[in-house]
């Protein structure tokens, strides 16, 4: 067995010391220890909740939460704490609440304070030399619990090139005060307005309608450059090239034309009357009749469909199939949603012409409002909606008729053809009539008349003609 090495004495000394560190951690440990678990016991048995403060400020007009107050809760959860009190925070004020943990009360005031500056959140400006640019312009938004006032602060006078910086200050009502700033970049505009997709040859016949063409206008600073038109070459009850002028123009006199060549063909129908017999609210299980009424007496009409009917659907291909046209009336018929907003029109707008092309192929740019232009109803759902939707409709490229001859039929059902047949005949001398009938299920003794109506329109030298984009508008007067 071989001998063990004998320790020296300077690893002795080491291990001597190793074991005296050794002691001394420990006795530190014990020394920290014990009295941390003496606090922190006499904390659970005598003193177990911490507060933040003993004057807690609540946010005006923000949710109060009870429990961030509390700082900690020895060896337990804040959710095994009872807050007791009632704090408004709509309120300005001081209120006493309390917390109630194992048997003791912990009071602290609540004050309900405006402390915050207003919210405000800011967008840099990019525009030309020339635009007058307003405070708004600078806000993306704005808000606060209490009322507050807005002061910009910089150059915004219309002038040279160049970036300046705007300084925008909210002040609320307690002195609350938010400051941003963001920058106003005026650049030269050298760049006229431009017009995308542009026709530059159209035809119509001599002695249509010519309605020029609605284009959007794009410029790179000005959001509401112009667009000048100029038809005065143009003649168009006289066959030949004629020559449209579309100009577009910005704030910073840029200007750039744009030139359409029209050709007014010949018209086998100039000088004739013409008459326009139009159906509403179709289609229904009597456009059929209508239909063959139509084609054997060679004539056509224009209807004006809603989706009231989806059993009837079908009808409309067959209308287009007949040489009618098909035209858009509304969607719902609903006046009350049709009417709430310009919005809400175009929405119901699209939702039926979407259907017209999905039945027939066929994207429909004539129009008529429920009602006529001149309806009041609409009054009842928005002041002054029928003065805009007007211009609104032409903007966006449609054509929209009323008529100047009414058959009456819708006045009630089953009104007696001879009735009817007067009505719808009392324009008969005018160059164009446009007669609105209906063409519904309960309208059955208007497709008794139209025979009648259309003999005598013949009678009297009429042709028979769908109504488009190129026919003469038949416009009443608009009361809303």
Known sequence: MAASKPVSKKKKKKRKYRIHWGRILALLLVTISVPAALYMGFRYFFDPLALKTDHYIAEYKQTFDPYD???????????????????????????????????????????????TGPDLVLRDVTTDTAALVEDQDFIESSSDASQFTVRIDGNTTPGQSGTYPITVTAKDQYDNVTTKTAKLIRKADTTAPTIDNFKEKVSILAGDYFQPDSYPVQDDLDPAPGLYVDTSQLDPATPGVYTVNYTT??????????????????????????????????????????????????????????????????????????????????????????YANEDAYFEDLQKISDLVEQQTGVVSDVIRFPGGSSNMVSAEYNQGIMSRLVNDVEKRGYAYFDWNVDSTDASANGVDPATLVANATSGIGMDDVVILMHDTDAKQTTAQALPQIIQAYKDAGYVFRPLTTRSRPVHHTVNN
């Open 69 to 115: 107050n509390i700082k900690s809760v020895t060896f337990d959860s804040k959710e095994n704490v009872v807050f007791k009190g009632d704090v408004d925070t709509q309120t300005l004020g001081t209120t006493q609440g309390s917390y109630e943990y194992r048997g003791k009360t912990y009071p602290f005031t609540i004050e309900v304070k405006d402390t």
């Open 249 to 338: 123009s910005d704030r910073s006199g840029n200007q750039k034309t744009y030139k359409q060549e029209v050709t007014i063909e010949e018209n086998p129908d100039l000088g004739k009357k013409i008459c326009y017999l139009t159906f509403d609210d179709g289609p229904s299980g009597v456009t059929q009749e209508i239909l063959d009424t139509l084609s054997a007496n060679g004539a056509v009409g224009t209807f004006f469909v809603t989706a009231a009917n989806p059993e009837h659907y079908d009808m409309m291909k067959k209308i287009v199939d007949q040489g009618s046209a098909i035209a858009l009336h509304t969607y719902s018929h609903d006046y009350p949603s049709v």
